[in-house]
């Protein structure tokens, strides 16, 4: 396999990766809003390396909402891959969207909304307050 075609393979498999990450977040939106939760801000970027899919409020609490999913069990459930590194990453971009907006004395929490697609069907899993 020559370069030109092995980076074109890698591009395929990133855009697929994102374009996956797409749906999910917003199958995540709309299950929020199903829950009368108002979306503030997506895919917030904060430094180099730290993001929060999604910001909203939930009555007077502000989510910051990380999303994951997974295609089937293979790689099994996606909750277990926000680890202690990911959880870190999305505390510093909360902290950082509290004091770019100037945001204080203000209840915050964090979910998690795990999508596992089964034979083409989102099963979604909210987990509020995870960590």
């Known amino acids: 396999m020559n370069d030109d075609h092995l980076k074109k393979l890698e591009k395929r498999i990133a855009d697929n ?6 749906v999910s977040e917003q199958i995540a939106e709309n299950h929020l809003i ?35 999913s997974s295609k089937g069990d293979t790689f099994g459930d996606p909750l277990y891959s926000v680890n202690q590194a990911k959880q870190r990453a999305i505390r510093t971009a909360a902290r ?6 100037k945001i204080t004395n203000r209840d ?5 909304i795990a999508i596992t697609f089964k034979d083409g069907n989102p099963i979604i899993q909210h987990i509020e307050n995870a960590f």
């Open 34 to 68: 199903s829950k009368n939760y108002t979306i503030i801000k997506k895919n917030f970027k904060f430094g180099s390396s730290s993001e929060v899919d999604i910001i909203a409020e939930d009555r007077s609490t502000l989510v910051f909402v990380e999303v994951k």
């Open 96 to 101: 950082g969207y509290l004091y770019v907006n």
């Open 17 to 22: 990766t994102r374009a996956k990450g797409a």
């Open 108 to 112: 915050c929490r964090f979910d998690v």
